[in-house]
């Protein structure tokens, strides 16, 4: 069963970098075939997509950030990362790392993590 | 990117009650759309893929149906374990976005 967990701050500052890493458990996250996401809930709203790791390396972020995230995947640990900089308070948000996986051709998130709040304030 | 519109965003019902949400897609986006269910303080867990698939261990009073821009999800007879919030996202193109959330309350 695979299991993934975030872990990082739960307190940033406005300017500063965010930074939460996902440990997964369960699999290995160089299996290959699954794509490696980072998705925020804003408080009592949606969900929306922050970006992906493939497992090639290949990354794609929502071109809402503005260039402000990086993911990045330590396979030797079996974790990816996610920092975004430049952190106002509408970052603040439930940080969820979740996989993706292919099913038939059709791709749909089926693990999630228990998700992480980030707060920005000073 | 494409806008996914949920309706109603919100709905009061009955436990035993049939109830089914729509969702519809700014373009077309075929067979690529999920349906997840979130209950309070607990991630999203995935219900249905790609349109009409049945993810495993998911009750089969749940159902989904659709393609193109239209989609829906029924559950046939609702129980207690059902009062969440419902949302879809499409997996067509990135970036990948979700509906607003339909909140399904007791009546």
């Known amino acids: 069963q695979v299991q993934l967990q975030e872990s990082g701050p739960g307190l940033v500052k406005p300017s500063q970098t965010l930074s939460l890493t996902c440990t997964v458990s369960?699999?290995?996250?160089?299996?290959?075939?699954?794509?490696w996401n980072w998705i925020r809930q804003h408080p009592r709203k949606g969900l929306e997509w922050i970006g992906y790791?493939?497992?090639?390396?290949?990354?794609y972020y929502n071109p809402s950030l503005k260039s402000r995230g990086t993911i990045s995947v330590d396979t030797s640990k079996n974790q990816f990362s996610l920092k975004l900089t430049s952190v106002t308070a509408a970052d603040t948000a439930v940080y969820y790392c979740a996989r993706e996986t292919r099913y038939s051709g059709y791709d749909a998130i089926d693990y999630w993590g228990q998700g992480s709040l980030v707060t920005v304030s000073s | 990117d494409i806008q996914m519109t949920q309706s109603p965003s919100s709905l009061s019902a009955s436990v035993g009650d049939r109830v089914t949400i729509t969702c519809r897609a700014s373009q077309t986006i075929s067979s690529y759309l999920n349906w997840f269910q979130q209950k309070p303080g607990k991630a999203p867990k995935l219900l249905i893929y790609?349109?009409?698939n049945l993810q495993g261990g998911v009750p089969s009073r749940f159902s989904a149906s659709g393609s193109g821009t239209d989609f829906t999800l029924t559950i046939s007879s609702l129980q207690p374990e059902d009062f969440a919030t419902y949302y879809c996202?499409?997996?067509?193109?990135?970036?990948?976005?979700f509906g607003q959330g339909t909140r399904l309350q007791i009546k």
């Open positions: 996202q499409q997996s067509y193109s990135a970036p990948i976005t």
């Open positions: 790609a349109a009409s």
């Open positions: 790791i493939y497992d090639s390396g290949s990354t």
């Open positions: 369960g699999g290995s996250i160089s299996s290959g075939g699954y794509y």
